[in-house]
């Protein structure tokens, strides 16, 4: 008598051996794009708060003739981003406003005196 050999469905040790190294080409190749990508959001968020306070600045000086100094979350009119250090300072005619992020390579800095009026380093 013969015995019928069955043949089991599914993967060779080898075949799944292939598949794992080529996740792991892939995912070596998607996780620096990937955090480069976050840090650049972070600065994002920390120009755009920059701009955001530098607007309510303006306002603020319409309805009380002076700058606003102090943190920017208390002024009125500003909504800072989480994890967000935003701070004003003011001298009679001009403001500054100074954000950074923990997690952002750049701290920006808005002075409405200087032309442009935002430089990050």
């Known amino acids: 008598m013969r015995r019928v050999q069955r043949q089991s469905p599914g993967f060779t040790l080898v075949e799944l051996l292939v598949v794992v190294a080529i996740l792991g080409i892939l995912v070596a190749i998607a996780i620096p794009e990937f955090a480069g990508r976050q840090g650049k959001a972070f600065d994002a968020r920390v120009m755009q708060d920059a701009r955001n306070a530098a607007t309510a600045e303006?306002?603020?000086?319409?309805?009380?003739?002076?700058?606003?100094?102090?943190?920017?979350?208390?002024?009125?009119?500003?909504?800072?981003?989480?994890?967000?250090?935003?701070?004003?300072?003011?001298?009679?005619?001009?403001?500054?406003?100074?954000?950074?992020?923990?997690?952002?390579s750049r701290t920006c800095t808005w002075t409405s005196d200087t032309s442009p009026n935002m430089s990050c380093s």
């Open 58 to 104: 303006e306002a603020y000086f319409d309805d009380n003739s002076a700058y606003f100094e102090g943190d920017c979350a208390s002024m009125p009119g500003v909504n800072v981003s989480p994890d967000v250090t935003c701070h004003a300072t003011a001298s009679g005619a001009w403001f500054s406003i100074q954000t950074t992020h923990p997690r952002a």
